[in-house]
């Protein structure tokens, strides 16, 4: 009975030191987009352009006045820019990240709520590009959803 044991305790653990890294590369991953709304908080745009490849892009999907599909794509300069004039208070929060990682690129998928000076603005589904260079992870593409209706702000606020 004795050697089962020893045997499924080595199938168990063998596994591990591969699961390892992977966990630490989802950390490392969620970190950059922790950092953008903490710069976004902040209104920092030194910080902001620092999780941010140079060519980054962001799209972002919603509806018209007419209810039609809309996207609009644009360069990430534009974003910072409006970061830094923002009067107001902004708060981006986001739970649940789903990460993918191969080699060096990442998707994180991650619910989120938008509040503009805590009153709640709006919500949906971030959808992060990563790619990891010389200098680290940097966010090379952000898809969004935005929507008004259906937002039940983030878990425990």
């Known amino acids: 009975m004795t050697i089962p044991r ?12 591969a699961a390892l890294p992977a966990q630490q590369g989802e950390a490392e991953v ?7 709304f903490d710069a976004m908080r902040a209104k920092d745009t030194v910080a902001l352009r620092a999780v941010f490849h140079p060519d980054a892009r962001l799209a972002g ?11 609009r794509v644009n360069p990430i300069d534009g974003f910072i820019a409006s970061i830094g004039r ?6 981006e929060q986001f739970w649940d ?3 993918r990682l ?3 690129l990442a998707t994180v998928w991650t619910p989120y709520v938008f509040y503009v000076n805590g009153e709640l603005s709006h919500c949906g589904v971030d959808a992060f590009q990563l790619a ?3 200098d680290g992870w940097t966010i090379v593409q952000i898809a969004d959803s ?3 209706e259906g937002c039940t702000g983030a878990p425990g606020r």
Do not use: M, S, Y
């Open 30 to 36: 969620i970190a950059v987009v922790q950092r953008l």
């Open 97 to 99: 990240p789903e990460v």
């Open 61 to 71: 999907t919603g509806r018209d006045q007419q209810g039609n599909p809309v996207v």
């Open 146 to 148: 935005r929507r008004r």
């Open 6 to 17: 020893i045997a499924l305790a080595a199938l168990l653990f063998a596994g591990l030191p």
């Open 132 to 134: 990891r260079g010389g």
């Open 86 to 91: 923002a009067t107001a208070e902004l708060d």
């Open 102 to 104: 191969d080699d060096d």
